[in-house]
C-alpha cells in the first residue's frame, strides 16, 4: 500500500524538485493606430528554485512570441511567352503569421535536434503543415520561399544571445514588433533549459488589435462589404475627378 502511494505521489514529487518560471511581458495589450510604427516588446521574469537550492549555471532560457497561425497558399511565377504566369503553387494549413525567438545562447548549442522539432524552437523547425500530400523534396522548396518571405518582411526573426540571464535568476529579452503586424491572439512562451532538456515552460497571451480609425474602418470593410466597396469606388472617382480639375486650371 505504502508503495503504491509513492508511485502516486511521484508526478508531484518531481514537480516539486523542478524550478519554476515567473514570466511576464511588457504589454498585454497592443493598440494599432493610424500613427502605428511598431513596438518592442520586453519579456522578462524570473527561475524559481525550490528549497533554497542555488541557481544553476548551465541554465539556458528561449524566449518564442508567436502570432496566430493561417492558411497560405504560394505561387510561384514563371516567364512563358515573354508574360509572368502563376505555375506551380503549394498550400500549408497552419503558418504562424508572426515568429520571433530569442535565447540567451544559440539554440543549436542548447537543445538537440528532435527537442528544437517538439518544441519548435527556431524558424527551420515550425511545423507548417503542407497540404499538398505531394513531393516532400517540392513542399520543403516551397516552405524555404515562404519562410523567406516572412523573414524579408520582419514578420520571422531569430536572435543569438537575444535574452539576457542575472544571476542565474532573472532574465529578459526585447522583440521587435513590425509596424504591419496582423492582429489577433499572440502567444510569449518562456522555456527553460538545462542539459539539452526543456525543464520548465510557462506562457503569457498577447493582444494585438487596432483601435480607433484603424478598427473603424475595418468592422466597415467586413460587416457592410458592398457599401464599403462602393464608398472606396465613389472616393476614388471623386478624387480622381478634383485632381483633373485642379491640372486643368493649373496649366491655364
Known amino acids: 500500500m505504502r508503495k503504491l502511494r509513492l508511485l502516486l505521489l511521484a508526478p508531484l514529487l518531481v514537480s516539486a524538485e523542478s524550478p519554476r518560471l515567473v514570466p511576464?511581458?511588457?504589454q498585454r495589450k497592443i493598440e494599432i493606430i493610424y500613427s502605428f510604427t511598431g513596438a518592442e516588446l520586453l519579456l522578462f521574469g524570473a527561475i524559481l528554485y525550490p528549497g533554497g537550492r542555488a541557481p544553476s549555471d548551465s541554465a539556458q532560457i528561449a524566449v518564442v512570441v508567436k502570432g496566430p497561425a493561417e492558411p497560405v497558399?504560394?505561387?510561384?511565377k514563371r516567364k512563358i511567352a515573354g508574360m509572368w504566369v502563376n505555375a506551380d503553387s503549394a498550400d500549408f494549413r497552419s503558418v504562424p503569421s508572426f515568429y520571433a525567438?530569442?535565447?540567451?545562447?544559440p539554440i543549436a548549442d542548447i537543445v538537440d535536434e528532435r527537442t528544437a522539432v517538439i518544441y519548435e524552437l527556431g524558424i527551420e523547425n515550425l511545423q507548417l503543415s503542407p497540404a499538398s500530400g505531394g513531393n516532400p523534396a517540392e513542399d520543403r522548396r516551397f516552405e524555404k520561399g515562404l519562410i523567406d518571405l516572412k523573414r524579408r518582411g520582419g514578420y520571422y526573426?531569430?536572435?543569438d544571445r537575444g535574452v539576457e540571464i542575472s544571476e542565474g535568476v532573472l532574465y529578459r529579452a526585447r522583440i521587435a514588433i513590425p509596424a504591419r503586424?496582423?492582429?489577433g491572439h499572440y502567444t510569449a512562451e518562456t522555456f527553460l533549459i538545462e542539459k539539452g532538456r526543456v525543464i520548465a515552460a510557462a506562457?503569457?497571451?498577447i493582444e494585438i488589435d487596432k483601435s480607433g480609425m484603424e478598427a473603424f474602418v475595418t468592422r466597415a470593410s467586413q460587416r457592410h462589404s458592398f457599401l464599403y466597396g462602393l464608398a472606396a469606388v465613389i472616393l476614388s472617382l471623386g478624387?480622381?475627378?478634383a485632381a483633373s480639375v485642379g491640372f486643368r486650371r493649373f496649366r491655364e
Open 73 to 76: 497558399l504560394i505561387r510561384q
Open 203 to 205: 506562457t503569457r497571451d
Open 24 to 26: 511576464d511581458v511588457s
Open 181 to 183: 503586424v496582423p492582429v
Open 157 to 159: 526573426s531569430e536572435t
Open 101 to 105: 525567438l530569442a535565447s540567451s545562447r
Open 239 to 241: 478624387l480622381g475627378w
